[in-house]
């Protein structure tokens, strides 16, 4: 383990034995701290073919021209660690023991990590107010603060309903009320809808994905602030496709995430065309059940997070995560193109999401703002960096997820349904904890 971490990932005691199994299979040894100095210098463009003392002198020339702070020591270098004051908010200042280093934007906690000093927020992981306050109805002892709390996470921004949801349902209203093919055409599998649908998805994937890594890895526009892993995407690595993890990141997305998505939604516009309203579970007048119809919608996203949870777990069983699973977790410092580069059988059963709509009456866009929200969401989930952006205006980010790929056998859901604390594997990600050596056995 590098001196100057307490924890690294790919010890037996961070990560399930399936992973290890694989790391070691793959021969993935923690680079030397002259390595970890070369690539942060190829990263910036930088000579990297010089001795140890001209890549750090480099560094930190590099780290006092972006913003004045000492440069980053490498992974291997036992570093002091200082008390600095943190901004924690308006509740005032707090203290919180750092690498030596003050974060960008006065914000958060840095800790000690196996490639340099992790960003951690102020605030530990915590979940949506809407189970606990369902416990409390059920038990019919709710109170006014946690109903108030409930009504601000649905309709507060950022909230539920804001802004996300909004935005992704009305890209899914706009794309199929604009580029579906007619049913009528869909009676039997022809290349040309078939194939328009595939690249209404591909369109709408880049958009999203190609956004956020536009934004946060070509133009940089956030810098180094709020970054989980101070590493930026690997290059010349022997990990992924091509040497590359946005080349690698982008083929598994494409080739096989895209590919599946589409095949879901043709075969259900098939089965529409073929069968009609014959089985019972599709409608096509959204008003003739209006309640029903928008209760609905509004769950899709409690039942994708629910559905993900029983098939991620799933995927870290020993049997099946180092021939399939794997794949994703290569991704242990995500960006924008690592949320859905995945095995093709993992984008099987992850994309299954909609076939509850063969068993639930629902309307078309219930089945296609399952498809698009499963498609889409990962992007900004797996940006790497914490929210918000643009001058604090947009909310974007999961730390909760990035605890996940952290430490692999944690946070196998996400932040509104209480699985993860429910079955003790849930990670909040705070200082003291991250900087603790011990973790819970594998859930495995």
């Not at 706009?174 to 328009?196: F, V």
């Not at 974007?396 to 429910?422: C, M, Q, V």
């Amino acid at each position: 383990e590098p001196s100057g971490t307490t924890q690294f990932h790919c010890t037996v005691t961070a990560c399930s034995r399936a992973h290890r199994d694989v790391m070691t299979k793959q021969r993935l040894d923690p680079p030397s701290p002259y390595k970890l100095m070369q690539q942060r210098c190829k990263d910036a463009g930088l000579p990297a073919n010089k001795t140890a003392d001209v890549l750090k002198k480099q560094l930190a020339e590099l780290d006092a021209a972006e913003g004045g702070t000492t440069a980053r020591e490498p992974s291997g270098t036992t570093q002091p660690t200082k008390r600095v004051s943190v901004k924690k908010g308006p509740g005032g200042v707090t203290t919180a023991p750092t690498s030596g280093m003050v974060t960008a934007d006065g914000t958060g906690s840095l800790i000690p990590g196996p490639y340099g000093p992790e960003w951690r927020p102020d605030t530990p992981v915590t979940y949506a107010p809407l189970f606990p306050f369902l416990g409390s109805v059920l038990q019919l002892s709710p109170s006014s603060q946690q109903a108030t709390d409930v009504f601000w996470w649905l309709f507060g921004y950022p909230g539920y309903l804001w802004p996300w949801n909004v935005i992704y349902l009305a890209i899914c209203y706009l794309s199929i009320t604009y580029t579906n093919p007619d049913l009528s055409r869909c009676t039997t599998y022809s290349a040309d809808w078939i194939i328009g649908l595939y690249l209404r998805n591909l369109a709408l994937l880049w958009m999203i994905c190609g956004g956020w890594h536009a934004l946060l890895y070509t133009f940089k526009a956030q810098g180094e602030k709020r970054k989980y892993d101070p590493r930026w995407q690997a290059t010349g690595s022997s990990r992924f496709l091509f040497g590359n993890q946005i080349y690698d990141n982008i083929f598994w997305s494409c080739a096989s995430g895209v590919t599946t998505w589409t095949a879901f939604e043709a075969y259900t516009m098939h089965q529409w065309a073929t069968t009609g309203t014959t089985t019972g579970a599709m409608y096509t007048d959204w008003w003739s059940s209006p309640v029903y119809s928008t209760a609905w919608l509004l769950l899709i996203p409690i039942w994708r997070e629910f559905h993900f949870y029983i098939g991620h777990r799933a995927l870290h069983w020993k049997r099946i995560y180092p021939y399939v699973h794997y794949l994703h977790h290569k991704n242990d410092n995500p960006g924008p193109w690592s949320g859905l580069a995945m095995h093709p059988i993992e984008h099987v059963i992850y994309f299954s999401v909609v076939l509850i709509h063969f068993i639930v009456p629902s309307h078309p866009l219930h089945f296609f703002f399952n498809a698009q929200h499963t498609a889409l969401t990962p992007a900004g989930g797996h940006s790497g960096f914490e929210g918000p952006f643009v001058d604090g205006k947009v909310p974007a980010g999961s730390f909760f997820h990035y605890l996940h790929h952290r430490y692999y056998d944690f946070n196998f859901g996400e932040a509104t349904i209480p699985l993860d604390k429910w079955f003790g594997t849930f990670k909040d990600g705070s200082v003291a904890e991250s900087r603790s050596k011990t973790t819970t056995p594998s859930p495995q």
